[in-house]
């Protein structure tokens, strides 16, 4: 890591730096925290979905179908899941109105 200069590389620089402040200057595993639900909203499940843009939720519609996809848009009105489970090719539009629960799996 030393050059035939004499100089020290950037590499090395960094690593010893790291070492000699000895975790101080830890940075937080855990980014900001999620936003708070008002579960008395009429919204609730609306705010839920958009929480889980991106991740796959497992949606229980009033009429006991289960829908397991991955939530890439949520509106007013509807969701838009995609890459359904059992049904890999094909998308589904669900009207907000038609969820009864939205079933997220925790995090590590």
């Known amino acids: 890591m ?3 200069n004499g ?3 950037l590499g ?3 690593l010893l730096w790291c070492a000699l402040a000895g975790g101080t200057l830890a940075v937080p ?3 900001a925290e999620e936003p708070t639900i008002e579960f008395n909203s009429p919204d609730v499940l609306r705010q839920i979905l958009e929480q889980q843009v991106g ?3 497992k949606v229980k519609l009033l009429s006991g179908q289960d829908l397991d996809g991955k939530v890439a848009k949520v509106g007013t ?3 838009a899941l995609t890459e359904l489970s059992g049904m890999e090719f094909f998308d589904a539009t669900v009207r907000l ?3 009864a629960a939205v079933i997220v799996r925790r995090g590590k």
């Open 2 to 4: 030393v050059h035939r």
């Open 29 to 31: 595993l855990t980014g």
């Open 7 to 9: 100089r020290i590389g």
């Open 97 to 99: 109105d038609q969820v």
């Open 77 to 79: 009105q509807a969701v």
């Open 55 to 57: 991740k796959r939720v």
């Open 12 to 14: 090395l620089v960094v």
